[in-house]
């Protein structure tokens, strides 16, 4: 049984990644976090760095996607999200993120 503090954090981290504040966690919301982490390495827009890292980014957010969605609806729940990492989602993402 997970506890009610784990629960509430994983709302947090949902909400902060719902970035147009939606409700759900869609491509646009994505796009956006790829972008803010390009700007967070200091990567001019347009540069052979920034696209790099976008699109790197981009496929990691996107492969995510695919596992956190299980309605297949193309955007994520808040239950989806909590869920997913209730369920040992840190796993997952790592073998996402292993080569
Ligand atoms: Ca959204
Ligand atoms: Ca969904």
Not at 48 to 75: I, W
Request: proline fraction near 2%; aromatic fraction near 8%.
């Amino acid at each position: 049984m997970a506890s009610e503090a784990r629960k509430r954090k994983l709302a947090k981290d949902f909400h902060a990644a719902d970035l147009n504040d939606d409700g759900k966690i869609g491509p646009e919301d994505l796009e956006q976090l790829a972008r803010r982490a390009c700007e967070e390495f200091g990567y001019a827009a347009g540069s052979a760095q920034h696209r790099a890292m976008y699109d790197a980014n981009m496929d990691y957010l996107t492969a995510m996607q695919k596992h956190v969605d299980t309605d297949g609806d193309g955007r994520i729940s808040e239950d989806e999200y909590v869920n997913f990492w209730l369920a040992g989602g840190e796993d997952e993402a790592r073998s996402i993120l292993r080569p």
